[in-house]
């Protein structure tokens, strides 16, 4: 029989004379089954097996094992047997050597009597992943070497993985990868350090570019071609959240266009009282008006905002837009996002893959993981109450906040030198502050919603529901192929993949409220992290289409502890206060009454007295594959 691997060499097998000797192949070229004795690292010989699925091993000759017996019960360790192709990133060879004999203590005496346990061979080592015994979503490496005295044995093998390594087409083989040195406590190019071997042994080809200013990033992917940018299967972001913002708005801005959201001031009242349904003025959308902006968000620089929210990108591919538009949807089906934790709170990893771990997001992104994420397209129509009406548009995937949120960012950027840190010290000084800001929000309506406004309450005590709200078990939590994300919102249209849920404005209906609020923030994802074990809301969802909207009305400063309490503890309550509101919706309007007014976009500054927002379901991609608990 004459076997063929990747590098076209024939070897021959059967017969005294084969060198492979031990090797056999059982069924058809296209679904053989590899079968040969080898010698695997700290185990012993062992006859392995190739199927279609995966390896499988399993000792040469039986041995007693280390045991114990416990009230007559026998309890055996546990020993890997078996490893599937799409737990595998990769395989190699390693330099010819010694292989280990058996970790058992019982084995020793069977293993000094064989020959191969002190002899050098040519070996190579299979890379894999396995999931933690102990914490829920964590992923660990596991390596498992084999050898064997005939080099082309090794080589067959090693072709062999390689070959059915490759049918699993989802995996990236070029990425572009972003590193942040300043992410959180300065260790973005050590947590690059530590995942880059990863890479290697997956065969996946990286280019690397380490920023050395704020916006560098967003200026490298808003200028690239998308000649060039498909050429990677993805860009990676080596940092935090809001490093990530600034790759996304980067790649979306020159690419992606949509109508805006209604703005503020596209709606009539139908009548004066709190709460009130509002009607658009009229079925037309809002224009994209181009005017000259002033935009004082130390994410990026002013020069590239113009009023419609798109720079004046020129690239090889020419200034229209027209052929930008073409690209944007086969571009968005290939072309994923990753990111590698190194910044201060990691909410979207946390929120993807389960656990901040580097190594875990590095394995997710190897292994070809894929989901969904809604993102927020948020329009900032004034910068402040006396200021001329120019659009200019930023896209957030994890939040907008504003009041408390866009208080604590502000007060943080004084101490940055403290690391992650300041966020603790910011938002102590500004809940002490406690202030409230006078504002209107408007949302859109999706279902009937139950009441939980606080108007027309008493003394403060009376405003607070009954802390026991729904019990964790009722909460329709995101995790790994959730079926609330697979499922299209009622509200969206089937006529166009960008119509926007106002595009029959006689099927909507909008709400207001004006008040004193502590915040007003919208949530995209549960954005769950260390001080919010749960998340901000628990039962958001990655890809369900909605934006979670919370209104944290005036109330006592006790009060608003006990809600940030609840907030910080696992299994809390936060939303059953009768001075929040939580309203599921497609977009929403927002216009300050005060002097101040800065949001906080995924951890970066955005001021904006009028704003508006809207979410696309599923936008974009990343690798990852959804938390597993």
């Known amino acids: 029989m004459e076997i063929r691997g990747d590098d076209e060499a024939s070897i021959s097998v059967g017969g005294d004379k084969s060198p492979l000797d031990n090797v ?79 970790n058992h ?51 067959l093998w090693v072709n062999r993985i390689n070959a059915s390594l490759k049918i699993e087409v989802e995996r990236p083989k070029n990425l572009l990868v972003f590193v942040n040195p300043r992410s959180g406590k300065a260790n973005g190019c050590r947590t690059w350090e530590t995942v880059a071997p990863i890479f290697s042994r997956a065969d996946v080809e990286a280019k690397v570019v380490v920023t050395e200013r704020a916006g560098h990033a967003f200026d490298v992917m808003a200028s690239l071609a998308n000649k060039e940018l498909n050429s990677y299967d993805g860009v990676i972001a080596v940092g935090g959240d809001g490093f990530f913002n600034e790759i996304l708005n980067g790649f979306l801005l020159p690419r992606y266009r949509a109508p805006h959201p209604p703005s503020p001031s596209d709606f009539i009242h139908s009548d004066g009282s709190k709460g009130s349904a509002l009607v658009p003025k009229s079925n037309e959308t809002v224009p994209e008006t181009a005017h000259k902006n002033e935009d004082n968000s130390p ?203 106002y595009s029959r404005p006689e099927e909507t209906r909008w709400r207001r409220c004006r008040g004193h609020f502590l915040s007003v923030g919208a949530a995209v994802i549960s954005n769950r992290n260390e001080r919010a074990p749960d998340g901000l809301v628990a039962d958001a969802h990655l890809s369900d289409g909605f934006l979670h909207l919370l209104l944290i009305r005036d109330c006592p400063r006790a009060l608003y502890l006990w809600h940030l309490t609840q907030l910080a503890k696992r299994g809390g309550k936060p939303l059953n206060f009768e001075f929040v509101e939580h309203h599921k919706t497609p977009a929403f309007t927002f216009t300050s009454f005060g002097n101040e007014s800065v949001w906080n976009l995924d951890g970066e500054l955005f001021p904006a007295h009028q704003l508006s927002a809207q979410v696309f379901q599923g936008l974009i991609s990343l690798f990852a594959s959804g938390p597993e608990v």
Not at 40 to 65: A, I, K, P, Q, Y
Not at 464 to 476: F, N, T
Not at 477 to 487: D, F
Request: with cysteine; hydrophobic share 35%; glycine share 8%.
């Open 24 to 102: 056999e192949v059982e069924g058809g070229e296209a679904s053989s089954v590899l079968r040969s004795t080898l010698f695997l690292d700290n185990v012993g010989e062992v006859v392995l097996t190739l199927d279609s699925d995966g390896l499988s091993w399993e000792l040469l000759d039986s041995f007693e094992t280390d045991e114990s017996i416990c009230l007559g019960i026998k309890f055996v360790p546990k020993v890997a047997t078996e490893i599937k192709f799409f737990d595998v990133y990769g395989v190699e060879f390693v330099k010819y050597g010694f292989n280990h004999g058996s």
């Open 299 to 501: 994410l990026i620089s002013s020069s590239i905002c113009n009023g419609s929210g798109l720079g004046d990108f020129r690239t090889e591919d020419g200034p229209s837009f027209t052929d930008q538009d073409l690209e944007f949807p086969r571009l968005k089906e290939r072309f994923r996002f990753g990111i590698i934790p190194a910044g201060s709170t990691d909410a979207i990893v946390m929120c993807t893959t389960g656990i901040r771990d580097p190594i875990t997001s590095a394995l997710h992104i190897v292994l070809g993981k894929r989901v969904y994420l809604d993102i927020a397209q948020v329009v900032r129509w004034k910068t402040s109450s006396t200021s001329n009406v120019e659009p200019c548009v930023r896209y957030a995937a994890s939040f907008a906040g504003y009041g408390f949120y866009g208080d604590v960012i502000t007060e943080s950027e004084k101490y940055r030198w403290m690391g992650p840190k300041r966020y603790d010290y910011a938002g102590t000084k500004v809940f002490l502050r406690h202030r409230s800001y006078e504002a209107e929000v408007a949302y859109m309506e999706t279902e009937p919603e139950k009441t939980n406004s606080a108007a027309g309450k008493g003394h403060p005590l009376s405003r607070m529901r009954a802390v026991w709200g729904p019990e964790k078990s009722e909460r329709a939590i995101c995790r790994m192929n959730c079926g609330v994300c697979k499922t299209k919102p009622v509200y969206m249209s089937t006529r166009s993949p960008r119509a926007t849920p």
């Open 105 to 155: 203590p019982n084995a020793g005496k069977y293993f000094l009597s064989r020959k191969s346990y002190d002899s050098e061979m040519y070996r190579f080592s299979v890379h894999g992943v396995q999931k933690s015994q102990t914490q829920p979503c964590l992923w660990v490496l596991t390596t498992y070497t084999f050898g064997h005295k005939d080099l082309r044995t090794c080589q």
